[in-house]
């Protein structure tokens, strides 16, 4: 049974950071490809990062230079630092991995961002 628990979110000021982690049971990170996807109250879940089993990441362009994704293949944790905060990145963060037959969640961490 695959199991992804997100930790790190929290209450940040406008230009803080904060590092989300995402630990995992029942699936490896090392051969999956593994996101960050976000939701903010009354929108629709959005892609924030990917990271590819081979190490390839995608950003969404909303935090393209501010975000990193990365992970820890021993720990099988995945990682989302988020540099630079803005108000417009408050959501609900949630975890998300691929292993070529199956889409797995998290059941999402909050973050929010104040001006």
């Known amino acids: 049974q695959v199991h992804l628990v997100e930790s790190g979110g929290g209450l940040v000021q406008a230009g803080g950071s904060l590092r989300l982690s995402c630990a995992a049971s029942g699936i490896s990170f090392g051969s999956s490809v593994t996101g960050w996807y976000r939701q903010a109250s009354g929108k629709q879940r959005e892609f924030v990062a990917r990271l590819t089993g081979s190490g390839l990441t995608t950003y969404a362009d909303s935090v393209k230079g501010r975000f990193t994704i990365s992970r820890d293949i021993a720990k099988n944790t995945v990682y989302l630092q988020m540099n630079s905060l803005k108000p417009e990145d408050t959501a609900v963060y949630y975890c998300?991995?691929?292993?070529?037959?199956?889409?797995?969640w998290g059941k999402g961490t909050q973050v929010t961002v104040s001006s």
């Open positions: 998300n991995a691929y292993n070529g037959v199956y889409y797995y």
